[in-house]
């Protein structure tokens, strides 16, 4: 069966840190690039990173020195590690797989996890 399931989302307070996880499983993440998108309730799916397949790597600007994304292939897996978060930044969190370049457009991707919750919040 192939599928992305997200994980290491919680609860965390302002400027604290997270480490997400993207595992696939079904089929090897080698050869596609893998976005991180989060979505807070009333507002639109936004993209947070991409690393593509060959390890070229997209941050949104509002993210940029505090989030990092990582692959590692022999684990089937991608990380997106976030630190100093705000408590806007609560939402649920995505990973999507694309056999295309980076950057993901929102709603493209030929895989989807079901998502992980984040909030931050004192």
């Known amino acids: 069966q192939v599928q992305l399931v997200e994980s290491g989302g919680g609860l965390v307070q302002p400027g604290g840190s997270l480490r997400l996880s993207c595992a696939a499983s079904?089929?090897?993440?080698?050869?596609?690039?893998i976005g991180w998108f989060r979505q807070a309730p009333g507002k639109e799916r936004e993209g947070v990173s991409c690393?593509?397949?060959?390890?070229?790597?997209y941050y949104a600007d509002s993210v940029k020195g505090r989030f990092t994304i990582s692959r590692d292939n022999a684990k089937n897996t991608v990380y997106l590690q976030m630190n100093s978060l705000k408590p806007e930044e609560t939402a649920v969190y995505y990973c999507?797989?694309?056999?295309?370049?980076?950057?993901?457009?929102?709603?493209?991707?030929?895989?989807w996890g079901q998502g992980t919750q984040v909030t931050v919040s004192s």
């Open positions: 690393i593509s397949s060959n390890n070229r790597i």
């Open positions: 999507a797989a694309d056999l295309g370049p980076c950057p993901i457009q929102t709603f493209g991707g030929d895989y």
């Open positions: 079904g089929f090897t993440l080698d050869y596609y690039a």
